[in-house]
């Protein structure tokens, strides 16, 4: 859609037993260009967040000069099944500038307990469209 800043497509699976959830950040695409080139650098940045505040933070590798990146990266936090309620992930898409401050391309951010599925180990898709092909994806926005 015009005036979008891409998709990411991405996974939740959060274990009870373990508890940890796994967060898979698999690939965006149609990323907003924020470099003068007409590219971007882009990152993902995954926020572990308990009551508003922010707990542990992960990062993907920097694909250079790509609107496209292939990320296929999985990264676990530990939640307690009783913090679950209160915590949310957010999941950031940046722009890396070697110069000036990176870029914020796009936000994405939503609790795992509020999907079908998120209390009982199965995968949890993200606030969803329907990507041509079925896959389940996120508006960045």
């Known amino acids: ?9 991405l ?5 009870p037993s373990a508890n940890s959830i796994v967060v898979n950040i698999i690939k965006a695409r149609n990323l907003k260009a ?10 993902v940045k995954v ?22 990146p292939v990320f296929n990266e999985s990264f676990a936090f530990d939640i307690p099944t009783e913090r679950l309620r209160e915590t949310t992930i ?7 500038d070697r110069l000036s401050r990176n870029d914020v391309i796009g936000k994405v951010g939503d609790t795992p307990e509020g999907h079908p599925g998120g209390s009982r180990g199965q ?5 969803a469209r329907s990507a041509a092909g079925g896959d389940p994806s996120c508006w960045v926005s």
Do not use: A
């Open 47 to 68: 926020w572990l967040m308990y009551k508003d505040k922010r707990v542990e933070k992960k990062k993907t590798v920097v694909m250079k000069r790509c609107l496209n």
């Open 90 to 96: 957010v999941i950031t898409v940046m722009d890396k």
């Open 123 to 127: 995968p949890v898709p993200p606030p």
């Open 1 to 9: 859609p015009q005036g979008s800043r891409g998709e990411l497509l």
């Open 11 to 15: 996974s939740l699976c959060y274990n």
């Open 34 to 43: 924020m470099d003068i080139g007409g590219t971007s650098d882009p990152y």
